[in-house]
């Protein structure tokens, strides 16, 4: 039987809402980014009174708000928008049977918001504060001038914190004001970052509403959890009404539907993504409503308004198990934030004891949470960024950090309120050492100090840098962004700091021994930094230390190698390619010992030996890598693409046409992580290849879709081979005596070589060349005739 609402069927709403969704996809580009805002705001607008009229449903009055208030956001003039969002509030006002029906949420929606610019403002002057680090000065120069940046931005944190409290205090004030006398003792706890005293001006607000225990036996009490439901609603509405809350995190099932590709498109990048809610997907839901809408995978709803003892079975191993999310971690670490004292310290006291009955099962899961949490900021991984056109910043540099300061809390069982907190509690137990707890404590200011600048920079929640739109505000390697926000010796000893951290856990899980049982050691400096400065990019910054640490024995001969082994990439990345063979020659037999590094030993030395232009050597090299690890069963397969694409490169520039395309064949065959952005790299430029040597082979038509392949490729991820597929285009054509369409590429190439200056720079040839096809092509097509 069909639903009605409000005389309505609601299939009519459906259709509607269907029919204004592809009104809206037509105001937007292919990845869902609306062209022109102001056209989306009617469509935006039309949809939210769809919803308006599905309510009282809870979940729809809350889509509805961020729906009118997007529209406003885009017309900010508009009175029917101002109005439609005034008439909502006064709605919800209504159906929730609040005791102050005339109160004005939109109104003090704006005096919260006069309070979030306060705060925001005294942040950007506080971080103005965070001069860089020199990287050559003396060590006891730094620890002094690290100790200063670990007091500026703990104190800002701290700051921060404070006030976040302050203004969530006051709207759950105003809530408890709107709603009237609350019929039972409660408390609004704080999660998150807001709880580790690590939240920023833009950060949601993850919370729950613990009530009193025993009110769940009461007669009333379905009434009582209504009432803190509207509450909830309420307390929503006037964080919307900031409008910093952006549509997808609604989950608008016509626009962003998770469970459904076709209806999951939207990108709202023009609402400032601030302050606000966790959103509805399913991975999230922190907030009092919680999960209200069952999924395939998760059948079940999880509301987090509930009383003591009930919040707290969310503690237990198995039920978090079955929650399906991270509530478990999140309610572990918590924070007063309005209510009562006594309910909330009621949920402390228990949660210490549920902590303290512990098992095995809890310690394991928390060193896999450990491993998980640094795998997440791998270092090494920072070497995909060099063909990336985007990256995570909060993921690789923030996150985990913080995140592996909490869990070791938890393992010790270190209860405190702040990360910070957690690491000088960790030293006077003596778990970690003063040079450790040291080395904590910057790489956690370090990692807060980059969220920080990063959303102040960019005045929201935007965690991703990017290369840019443009050619000529394309950054040829996104990890000389990250260093800059910081400063080179920051961003250094953050992520030595990180890699020490990942090496140790590997040696606790090879040895299987629980961490509380030992006291945390990190290794020497000396092994790391040289690594940790080759996957930043700081090349010559590896050769420094190198010449300042050669003298010095290595007890570690894995070290050692690997220490190297990244002093030679480090040559070989500043075109010194004599040089990098020449260290990699003294350390072959160590480096055959361990198949991974020898890999890409052998993966570096060929695209030296390519470089020096030795194609005769190159392909012998390669012939004889591709046997030595065809039995390695551990073996990536993107060490297997590189060989074979450097031969084929090789075997093309020597006239092996047809051999190489052998090459590529089996290039071609190997499975392509596509997490791995230098696979795409290595994809374009192997495609340019196999259009030269199809080109050669007269086989222009095929060529040229290949060169095709490449430009969309090279566009998609923002690589400089975009260049090289106008210029095998040009060519193309211009064997097909097609002279005005290869001039067209050649304009191309030539408009994107001179926005590109690294490019000019590194290649002046390719200008020349470039300019010579163009004078060709005017004189075939008589041009100086006329």
């Not at 450990?370 to 996150?399: G, H, Q, T």
């Not at 970690?432 to 969220?451: H, N, Q, S, Y």
């Not at 499975?671 to 791995?676: E, V």
Request: aromatic content about 10%; overall charge neutral; charged content about 25%.
């Amino acid at each position: 039987m069909t639903k009605e609402i409000g005389g309505l069927k609601e299939d009519s709403f459906l259709q509607t809402e269907l029919k204004l969704a592809q009104d809206l996809k037509q105001c937007c580009d292919a990845e869902g980014k609306e062209i022109n805002p102001f056209m989306s705001a009617p469509i935006l607008n039309e949809i939210g009174l769809i919803y308006r009229k599905r309510s009282p449903d809870k979940l729809s009055l809350i889509r509805s708000a961020v729906l009118l208030n997007a529209s406003v956001a885009r017309q900010s003039y508009n009175a029917k928008f101002q109005n439609d969002v005034k008439e909502v509030c006064s709605y919800l006002l209504q159906v929730a049977g609040a005791h102050d029906q005339k109160a004005d949420l939109v109104e003090f929606s704006k005096n919260v918001e006069i309070q979030i610019q306060q705060m925001r403002n005294g942040v950007k002057e506080k971080l103005a504060q965070l001069t860089e680090i020199p990287y050559e000065i003396p060590d006891n120069e730094f620890n002094k001038l690290a100790e200063n940046k670990i007091e500026i931005v703990e104190g800002l944190q701290n700051m921060i914190t404070e006030k976040y409290k302050s203004i969530m205090e006051y709207v759950s004030s105003e809530c408890q004001k709107t709603m009237g006398t609350p019929p039972c003792r409660f408390n609004v706890t704080g999660m998150g970052s807001l709880a580790r005293g690590e939240i920023t001006p833009y950060s949601d607000f993850e919370h729950i509403i613990l009530l009193e225990e025993g009110v769940q036996h009461k007669s009333g009490y379905e009434k009582i959890l209504e009432y803190f439901r509207w509450f909830s609603v309420i307390f929503h509405f006037i964080i919307i009404n900031l409008q910093e809350t952006i549509v997808p995190s609604v989950t608008i099932p016509s626009l962003n539907n998770s469970t459904d590709p076709e209806h999951n498109w939207f990108y709202d990048f023009y609402t400032t993504r601030g302050v606000s809610f966790d959103g509805l997907l399913v991975h999230a839901c922190k907030f009092p409503l919680g999960r209200t809408q069952k999924t395939k995978k998760k059948p079940w709803t999880t509301e987090l308004i509930k009383p003591v003892s009930e919040m707290l079975q969310y503690l237990d191993f198995e039920v978090a198990l079955e929650n399906g999310y991270h509530l478990n971690e999140v309610l572990k670490e918590t924070c007063f934030v309005f209510g009562n004292n006594r309910v909330y310290s009621e949920f402390v006291q228990g949660r210490c004891k549920v902590q303290n009955n512990d098992n095995e099962a809890h310690q394991r899961q928390r060193m896999k949470q450990l491993e998980e949490d640094l795998d997440n900021f791998n270092v090494i991984k920072m070497n995909n960024l060099s063909s990336a056109s985007s990256c995570n910043i909060k993921r690789m540099v923030y996150r985990s950090i913080s995140l592996f300061i909490s869990t070791l809390g938890h393992l010790y069982e270190v209860a405190t309120c702040s990360t910070f907190k957690t690491i000088r509690q960790l030293r006077q137990r003596g778990a970690i050492k003063d040079e450790v707890a040291r080395g904590l404590l910057f790489a956690l200011a370090v990692a807060c100090e980059v969220r920080l600048k990063l959303y102040t920079a960019k005045r929201r929640q935007e965690d991703n840098l990017h290369k840019g739109e443009t050619l000529r505000d394309w950054v040829p390697d996104l990890r000389t962004q990250v260093v800059t926000i910081v400063g080179e010796r920051s961003m250094v000893e953050c992520l030595t700091t990180a890699h020490k951290l990942q090496m140790f856990l590997s040696d606790m899980e090879s040895s299987r021994g629980f961490l509380q049982d030992r006291q945390l050691t990190l290794v020497s400096s000396f092994y790391i930094k040289p690594i940790v400065l080759s996957t930043l990019n700081l090349h010559n910054r590896v050769i420094e230390e190198w010449l300042i640490r050669k003298k010095q024995s290595y007890p570690n001969q894995y070290l050692e190698a690997l220490a190297c082994f990244n002093v030679g990439v480090a040559f070989s990345q500043l075109e010194k390619f004599e040089e990098a063979l020449e260290v990699w020659k003294g350390l072959e037999n160590q480096l055959q010992q361990n198949p991974l590094l020898n890999a890409q030993h052998l993966r570096q030395k060929s695209y030296c030996l390519f470089n020096l232009r030795k194609w005769k050597e190159v392909i012998e090299h390669t012939n004889k890598a591709k046997l030595e690890i065809a039995s390695w069963d551990i073996l990536d397969y993107d060490v297997k693409q590189a060989l074979y694409s450097t031969a084929g490169a090789a075997k093309c520039r020597s006239g092996l046409f047809r051999e190489a395309l052998s090459e590529f064949r089996d290039f071609f065959k190997c499975p392509l992580d596509k997490t791995i952005p230098s696979n795409h790299q290595n994809t374009a430029l192997s495609l340019v290849y196999v259009g030269r040597c199809l080109l050669e082979l007269g086989k222009a038509d095929s060529a040229i879709h290949k060169g095709r392949e490449v430009l969309e490729l090279s566009k998609q991820i923002k690589s400089i081979a975009v260049m090289d597929s106008y210029r095998l285009l040009s060519r193309c054509y211009h064997s097909k005596q097609k002279y005005k369409k290869s001039l067209e590429y050649c304009e191309k190439e030539l408009e994107g070589r001179n926005e590109t200056i690294d490019l000019s720079n590194n290649d002046p040839q390719g200008i020349v060349d470039v300019k010579r096809r163009i004078e060709e092509c005017k004189e075939k097509l008589g041009y100086y005739n006329a």
